[in-house]
């Protein structure tokens, strides 16, 4: 009886399996360059922003900004064929999947209700959650320049202590 019960079910395995169909296909294509350009930020490709200090009553309520910082993201020896680059902020840990903007770390110490926004070069917030977080900047003379700000946003009534956030990024070129 074992056997029969045993071998039914493999026989409706059987069937069932031939009843699955493709609804699409996914076609992946890329392009793989011999050199891309040299990242060049504060310290090799690594870049430190140090935000100014302010008082917590400039962030007294959620949404208040301050501090804008400029930086940048410098790149150069681009080869010719490569003409645009684009920044994409890897989203992890340290991003607020809600607001898109960098958490503050939590020790000891640490500012509470504050988030770190970064800023395009027009000023507009880049939300870091999302895959497409950064503008496209052309490549030109072996070279480019990426503007970014950094500033401090509050999530609430801010409370004095030290930011300490950061970001990985990776570059795409066209």
Same mark, same amino acid.
Do not use: K, R
């Given at each position: 009886m074992k056997? #029969? *019960? !045993? @071998? @039914?079910l493999i026989g409706l395995g059987v069937y069932s399996s031939g009843a699955m169909a493709a609804d699409g296909k #996914? !076609? *992946? !294509?890329g392009n793989i360059v011999a050199q891309t350009c040299t990242i060049a930020g504060t310290s090799g490709s690594n870049v430190t922003v140090n935000l100014p200090t302010v008082g917590a009553s400039s962030l007294a309520s959620t949404g208040q900004t301050a501090g804008a910082t400029p930086f940048a993201i410098n790149l150069s020896n681009c080869p010719s064929s490569l003409k645009s680059a684009q920044t994409r902020f890897e989203v992890g840990p340290t991003v607020n999947p809600t607001s898109g903007n960098l958490l503050?770390?939590?020790? +000891?110490? %640490? =500012? %509470?209700n504050v988030e770190v926004q970064l800023l395009n070069n027009t000023f507009n917030a880049i939300n870091l959650s999302t895959n497409a977080n950064s503008q496209q900047v052309a490549i030109s003379?072996? =070279? +480019?320049?990426?503007?970014y700000y950094a500033q401090y946003i509050a999530t609430g009534a801010a409370g004095a202590g030290s930011v300490n !956030?950061? *970001?990985q990024y990776s570059m795409t070129y066209q």
């Open positions: 056997q #029969i *019960v !045993t @071998a @039914a #996914i !076609t *992946v !294509t503050n770390s939590t020790g +000891a110490g %640490s =500012a %509470s003379g072996g =070279a +480019a320049t990426m503007g !956030t950061s *970001v």
